[in-house]
């Protein structure tokens, strides 16, 4: 938390608060200590399940004990509650943080924020005092080091802004690294959505710097308290845009004391690591389109055709006719029915089946191991792979992509004749095997893995982050990993960057497989100051005219500023922008279309600045205060300073630019600089 003033290290209330926090930490020390201690008791040796049951142990106590490590820059607590005498038993005063923490005897010291007995820290007004006398929250320095305390007194009509004036402070502080998590300041409307059950699933709308995101990652971290073995069981997954927002926002479940939910991007969960090929956006706009689900459908089950001879099985010197009027019937049964690899199976059962039925009529006994034999046999076999043949998903997709014809066939009415031209290959791959792979077909890859075959298992819980840019078909495959699951799901429409995205989140949510998750919208805007709202609001009419700008809570002076320049100057100003920024404290994000990028990154480090690049230098929103953004790579971020280089060229980048200019205009917490040679974009013009 931020602080107007550190208080005085000799008031004995500071002292007494210190003394507390040391308390808490030789306690939380104790705690880790007693985990490694205790050795965990392994059973058996060698067998298979009690391995497996060994593992299970040890890596539940290695996940305890790395919860407990005290992160020395995360302080323990954050605030103190002053209670009605009765209101909590035993005590009332509590202490509230990241994690619970007790003493030897088992007295809690720090309660863990999740606990039901810390809601009034979040809820509790004037108006609505649940029992709270006093709110207090504590001011740290970088190290952790407890160096102020402010109280909310909650009974004195005098205190009414006092609440706004500390989650302001807070907001401001500058930021340096990765995104910090809002325990401390959680407002109640967005305590309602993160304390919220695990069903019905959750949407979340809400403009730029919203906090839909804080508010996605504090759910998983209570969910994760009040749901842990059934999500245990399942997993959990967060799933964001890119890398570079994953790495920004990888610390925060970990200081809340949650280090076992992954976080990977959407391609990465479906490809599986598998390397992708490049594609044309019109192309991937229609491989993504929900369309496809049902040109893949055809195209599969176009494989199963009709027998063309009976089935006849020779054991020893008998005979066994199946008459191919009886075998076309049961292909025909199966046909459609069922998964395509199931299907299969169960002819080959059926035909077993009948074969036996023969041997029966002929005063014979046959068993399962019969029937199973009589399945696997050759001329089953021969049978199924004329009219059922075995295929990997690879080679469908292959045909589709290859054969005109074919795609002509699957795509009949479902996709134009254009559209079929565009998904042809202009240079066919050798064969299925040596084909590359674009993101978009891994994604039809894994829709027909599933036609096939269905997969075991469903995560627990998915958070989708940045949902309103994926594609229809993107939304299906993560239902599919997530069928019986609940989601949260997070997004801004007037951001949606992707040609492929829906545009609305009826249909997110219908493809998600949560038509019934509540929608929820939220409108105060945390990070931009009002003056930058206005000005990136000025686009929202021609990208999403049904949207309405955030309400800016914070007004910060001389927010926005705009720098015209010439060609020649430009590089020259964004220095001297940038210069006069490092002198003031917090980030700085330099954003400029991803052509721009490396130039600008080599003249910021030629003048000495320090610059690291996005997407290039490891960790790079930590290992410098001033960092050059592609900006397509901007989503989800956020500067103390934005600086914003040449805008027209971000909106001629790409299809969607003037979506993309509305996302790099409201990254900015404090100041956002304009530097320009070329005029600004229309909705801009005026507003300059
Ligand atoms: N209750 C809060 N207390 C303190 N800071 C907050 C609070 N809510 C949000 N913030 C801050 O506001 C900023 C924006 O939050 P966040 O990134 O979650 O917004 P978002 O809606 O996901 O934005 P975008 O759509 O632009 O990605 C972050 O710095 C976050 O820490």
Redesign the pocket.
């Known amino acids: 938390m931020a602080e107007s003033a550190p208080h005085p290290a000799d008031d004995p209330e500071l002292r007494a608060e210190r003394a507390y926090l040391a308390q808490a930490r030789a306690a939380l020390r104790e705690m880790y200590q007693e985990v490694m201690a205790y050795e965990t008791l392994l059973i058996g040796s060698e067998d298979n399940d009690e391995r497996f049951t060994n593992e299970s142990y040890q890596r539940a106590r290695h996940l305890r004990a790395q919860a407990l490590i005290d992160m020395p820059d995360v302080p323990l607590f954050f605030g103190r509650l002053d209670n009605e005498p009765g209101v909590v038993e035993e005590t009332d005063q509590i202490y509230v943080g990241r994690r619970h923490v007790r003493d030897q005897a088992g007295r809690p010291l720090v309660i863990d924020w999740r606990a039901p007995v810390a809601v009034p820290f979040y809820r509790a007004t004037r108006d609505d005092r649940q029992g709270v006398l006093r709110r207090r929250r504590y001011g740290f320095s970088d190290d952790a080091e407890l160096t102020a305390y402010d109280d909310e007194i909650l009974v004195s009509p005098t205190e009414a802004d006092r609440a706004d004036a500390i989650?302001l402070a807070?907001?401001e502080r500058p930021r340096t690294g990765p995104?910090?998590d809002?325990v401390a300041?959680?407002?109640p409307d967005?305590d309602d959505l993160v304390r919220a059950p695990l069903q019905p699933s959750l949407c979340v709308q809400?403009?730029?710097?919203?906090?839909?995101?804080?508010?996605g990652l504090h759910r998983t971290a209570y969910l994760l308290y009040t749901e842990r073995e059934r999500l245990r069981r399942g997993g959990v997954v967060i799933v964001g845009p890119n890398r570079s927002f994953l790495s920004y926002i990888r610390r925060v479940l970990p200081a809340l004391g949650e280090v076992d939910v992954t976080q990977t991007t959407v391609d990465e969960l479906i490809g599986q690591g598998r390397p992708s090929a490049q594609e044309d956006p019109t192309i991937a706009r229609i491989k993504g389109d929900a369309r496809m689900a049902t040109v893949l459908h055809r195209a599969l089950w176009s494989h199963v055709g009709e027998p063309s001879e009976g089935l006849v099985y020779t054991k020893g010197s008998r005979r066994y006719r199946v008459p191919d009027y009886e075998v076309k019937e049961i292909v025909a049964a199966f046909r459609g029915t069922s998964r395509y690899v199931d299907g299969r199976n169960s002819v080959a059962q059926r035909l077993a089946h009948e074969v036996l039925v023969r041997m029966e009529r002929r005063g014979e006994a046959p068993d399962d191991r019969v029937q199973e034999a009589v399945a696997r046999s050759k001329p089953v076999k021969q049978l199924l792979d004329q009219c059922w043949p075995k295929l990997a998903p690879e080679q469908v997709l292959f045909r589709l992509l290859s054969d005109a014809d074919f795609l002509a066939s699957s795509a009949h009415g479902v996709l134009t004749a254009d559209e079929q031209a565009a998904l042809l290959w202009s240079k066919r791959p050798r064969s299925w095997k040596s084909a590359r792979w674009s993101d978009a077909d891994l994604v039809l890859l894994d829709e027909l893995a599933d036609l096939m075959e269905r997969r075991p298992g469903s995560l627990g819980h998915l958070v989708v982050d940045e949902a309103q840019d994926l594609s229809p078909m993107q939304l299906r495959a993560l239902h599919r990993r997530c069928r019986s699951g609940s989601m949260t799901v997070?997004g801004?429409l007037a951001?949606a960057t992707t040609p492929w995205s829906t545009g609305s989140w009826d249909q997110v949510l219908e493809h998600l497989g949560v038509p019934d998750a509540r929608l929820v919208e939220?409108d105060r805007g945390?990070?931009v100051p009002a003056q930058i709202i206005e000005v990136a609001a000025r686009l929202l009419p021609a990208i999403a005219p049904g949207l309405r700008p955030p309400t800016g809570i914070r007004a910060v002076p001389d927010a926005y500023q705009v720098v015209e320049t010439s060609d020649r100057e430009l590089l020259d100003q964004v220095v001297a922008t940038c210069r006069a920024a490092l002198a003031r404290e917090g980030s700085i994000g330099v954003i400029a279309a991803d052509s721009d990028i490396a130039a600008l990154h080599e003249r910021l480090a030629a003048a000495g600045c320090e610059p690291a690049l996005l997407g290039v230098t490891e960790d790079a929103m930590e290992s410098a205060r001033l960092v050059c953004v592609p900006a397509t790579l901007a989503?989800?971020l956020?500067f103390d300073t934005v600086v914003v280089v040449e805008p027209s060229r971000i909106v001629e980048a790409e299809p969607r630019g003037l979506h993309r200019l509305y996302?790099v205009l409201?990254r900015a917490?404090t100041r956002l600089v304009l530097v320009h040679a070329q005029p600004l974009p229309a909705p801009m013009q005026d507003a300059a």
């Open positions: 989650l807070e907001i995104m910090r809002i300041t959680i407002q967005q809400g403009a730029p710097g919203t906090g839909k995101t804080a508010v997070l801004d951001q939220l945390f990070r989503k989800g956020e996302v409201t917490v």
